[in-house]
């Protein structure tokens, strides 16, 4: 399957032309490159329909014929908005919630903010999807901190998805006024909804707002927690700390076969989301913290404070050498290491096996098919 806007430089799919299950071999042999010392490495878990699989779009307006405007994804390397109509790699109902976007700005006759000006009104607009909810967010970010007309351009929009026969769950303005490629700013006001949606996860709910983090491969991520959880070999004895938590997601899975979880994220945002998810799940052995992971980590070591089992699911550039020091006092029997950068993964095993564990082994999963990028499980046990 090919893509017109490949043609164009659209940095979006680098592997798109090359069949899947040659990427799928690839990502494997590049991981078992890397890691393969430390671990046997499983076969890679591909998807079974690798398209449309992204619950989350984030498109930037430019100006179209006639004193209109659209919107798209920048080219490879450049801040040349290519338009986009649908995308192989979306959520099909987000393409046409979209669609259904740019026709209701277009109705209100906003303009897009140009970068080098400093005019305009409208940036960006995030749109996500609760697959398994069905709810959709819009979140429009604009320069200016006032949306003309926003309850036209509501009623708008909710005409235009009907049309399509889209939902529109809630709709948020968020303001960046900032000379930025951030997208969201700081100041956000709900127009429509509650401001968030929900989706399930590995039998849990979540509340998911513009800013939190949130796979945006649900079906890979169902795959990616499940090894995660099962690799930790719980018994409802043991407790839990999972290192760089985000909302939650990886605890509160793991909530149920665990006496306690205690989970640590440095976004405050992500945090308060963290609480509120547990608390409606009905999860009440879960504590989350908002604080640096490996600044907390240290301290509770230092306290003599102990975890059976630590989940560290760490950014692309991986975790510190303090974190892995301190995670090492606390002498967990089994680190779960859940990587989106395998190459800072093999960087911190090092690490991890000079520190007394011993990798049992690794199972890479494709959340991004058609991209080079690959996540990877892996289990450490304590050896010394």
């Known amino acids: 399957m090919d893509c017109k806007l490949r043609a164009k430089n659209c940095g979006g799919c680098p592997m798109l032309a090359t069949e899947y299950a040659a990427q799928l071999k690839k990502k494997e042999a590049d991981v078992r490159a890397l ?33 209109k405007l659209t ?52 940036r960006h607009c995030l749109l996500r999807r609760g697959v398994a909810t069905g709810q959709v967010m819009v979140v429009l970010v604009t320069a200016q901190p006032v949306l003309p007309g926003a309850k036209n351009f509501v009623k708008a929009l909710l005409a235009e998805a009907e049309k399509r026969g889209v939902p529109v769950t809630t709709v948020v303005q968020n303001y960046n006024p900032r000379r930025t490629s951030v997208v969201l700013g700081e100041d956000e006001k709900v127009l429509y909804g509650k401001g968030f949606i929900l989706d399930t996860l590995c039998g849990k709910t979540y509340a998911l707002s513009p800013r939190s983090f949130y796979q945006v491969n649900p079906v890979q991520t169902a795959v990616l927690y499940g090894l995660a959880v099962d690799a930790a070999h719980l018994t409802g004895k043991e407790v839990v700390l999972d290192a760089y938590c985000g909302i939650g997601t990886i605890g509160l899975t793991a909530s149920d076969k665990a006496r306690q979880v205690v989970g640590v994220e440095v976004n405050r945002d992500a945090v308060r989301d963290a609480i ?106 304590r050896v010394k």
């Open 276 to 381: 509120g998810n547990a608390k409606h799940n009905g999860v009440k052995n879960a504590r989350f913290f908002a604080a640096d992971a490996t600044a907390w980590i240290r301290e509770a070591a230092d306290a003599g404070q102990k975890a059976d089992v630590v989940f560290m699911d760490p950014p692309r550039e991986g975790s510190t050498p303090a974190f892995i020091e301190s995670v090492a006092r606390m002498a967990p029997k089994r680190i779960v290491y859940v990587s989106c950068n395998p190459e800072t993964m093999a960087r911190d095993l090092a690490l991890l096996t000079q520190k007394g564990y011993r990798a049992e082994g690794f199972t890479p999963v494709d959340m991004f098919p058609h991209s080079a990028h690959c996540e990877v499980v892996g289990l450490l046990v």
């Open 35 to 67: 890691l393969g010392k430390y671990g046997p490495v499983a076969p890679i878990r591909g998807m079974e329909t690798p398209y449309h699989y992204r619950n989350k779009v984030i498109s930037t307006f430019a100006p179209a014929a006639g004193g």
């Open 71 to 122: 919107s798209g994804i920048y080219a490879a390397r450049t801040h040349k908005v290519l338009p986009v109509e649908s995308c192989l790699l979306q959520d099909e109902v987000l393409d046409k919630v979209l669609l259904a976007v740019r026709a209701a700005a277009n109705a209100c006759r906003y303009q897009p903010f140009n970068e080098d000006k400093g005019t305009g009104l409208l």
